[in-house]
């Protein structure tokens, strides 16, 4: 993710410095403050610094103001031939769209510029947008221009305009309801908002996990299955409780899986890819087959374990509920509990 500012506080100068590109005019620095002179015209000057992606926005404040254009840019080229321009003429706000120097409008604001007013241009995707004072003013869908990583300023050269406080960068891709990233065939949901910036990474031994909130990610996140992280690869085995982390959220799974070959995954908006098989059931004749025999074996140990028995384990008699829920057999007395197990006995008489 890219960013640049300038507060433009330094000595007077007609060169503006290293972080600056005069693509048109002659701009310089006057008291503190970006100057676009007074030679008349429409002039250009852009950031030397190129933004990382197309989603970018630009922003300046502006110092003193008069009936002329004035603005910045975003999403442009390296000449500010194309992107997207937001400017004011003196009388209103317009929001352009730019192709080879031909100026579209696609959304205006009616109000005239004052001095202090910061402006702010902002590109992401299709929605293209222009700020006065923090306020969204026009928000739109365009497609003209796809592409562009330069940022800048357009102001007629007259003495009347002067900037200040430039900044710029990148808008980090963001995912808003619910993100699925696929890995192996298998899912890792997220619900809420993610800003991802950077990568994020996931290894989940085939397993699912879901994580509810709010969080971002600055960097590299990894996304940790049982006791792997980021990627995995040669053959892996999760049985029992796996537990999912992104961001700070944590999912946990459990089901007995493997992953032959290797499943790498992203998530947040990024896309998720599985290299090898991730086969869904183990290969007959297998340790895993054996695991399943056992672990089957055990599962049904556990509810015959908690099963509450019907009938008595001697005689096969119905049994019959008797005092505090006990139950008993008619015929001996016998009582029983959960896993058809004998308890003691009781006394039938009269029942």
């Known amino acids: 993710m890219t960013t640049f500012s300038d507060d433009f ?13 005069e693509v048109s005019g002659d701009w310089s620095i006057v008291s503190n403050q970006l100057s676009p002179g007074a030679a008349g015209g429409t002039i250009l000057v ?35 031939n194309s992107g997207y321009a937001w400017r004011n003429n003196g009388s209103n706000w317009s929001l352009f769209s ?48 796809a592409t562009g990583t330069t940022v800048g300023v357009r102001s007629d050269s007259t003495s009347g305009l002067k900037y200040d406080s430039f900044s710029a960068g990148d808008i980090a891709s963001t995912v808003t309801g619910t993100a699925t990233g696929a890995f192996g065939g298998l899912t890792g949901t997220a619900v809420g908002v993610r800003t991802v910036r950077g990568s994020g990474a996931s290894s989940f031994g085939g397993l699912t996990g879901t994580a509810s909130g709010t969080r971002k990610v600055l960097g590299t996140a990894a996304f940790n299955g049982a006791a792997l992280a980021g990627t995995a690869v ?45 086969p869904g059931a183990p290969e007959q004749g297998s340790w ?64």
């Open 9 to 21: 506080n330094r000595t007077d100068s007609t060169d503006l410095g290293a972080g600056w590109v």
């Open 46 to 80: 852009r950031a030397a610094t190129a933004m990382a992606t197309s989603d970018n926005f630009a922003q300046v404040t502006i110092a003193s103001t008069t009936s002329a254009s004035q603005g910045l840019w975003c999403r442009g080229d390296s000449t500010l």
């Open 98 to 145: 730019v192709v080879a120097g031909s100026f579209t409008n696609i959304g205006t604001y009616s109000a005239a510029a004052v001095a202090g007013d910061v402006a702010k241009v902002q590109a992401q995707g299709s929605t293209i947008k222009g700020f006065v004072n923090g306020v969204e003013r026009v928000s739109v869908v365009n497609t003209a221009v």
């Open 234 to 278: 040669g053959l892996r085995t999760v049985i029992g409780s796996a537990a999912g982390q992104f961001g700070g959220l944590t999912g946990t799974a459990t089901a007995p899986s493997h992953v032959t070959g290797s499943a790498a995954g992203q998530f947040g908006g990024l896309i998720g890819t599985a290299h090898g098989s991730v």
């Open 288 to 351: 895993y087959g054996l695991l399943d025999i056992l672990r089957e074996g055990t599962q049904q140990h556990r509810e015959e374990q908690q099963r509450v028995p019907t009938a008595c384990g001697d005689c096969g008699e119905p049994l019959r509920t008797g005092p505090q829920g006990v139950l008993y057999c008619p015929f001996d007395g016998s009582t029983w509990t959960a896993g058809n197990r004998r308890t003691g006995h009781i006394s039938t008489a009269g029942r």
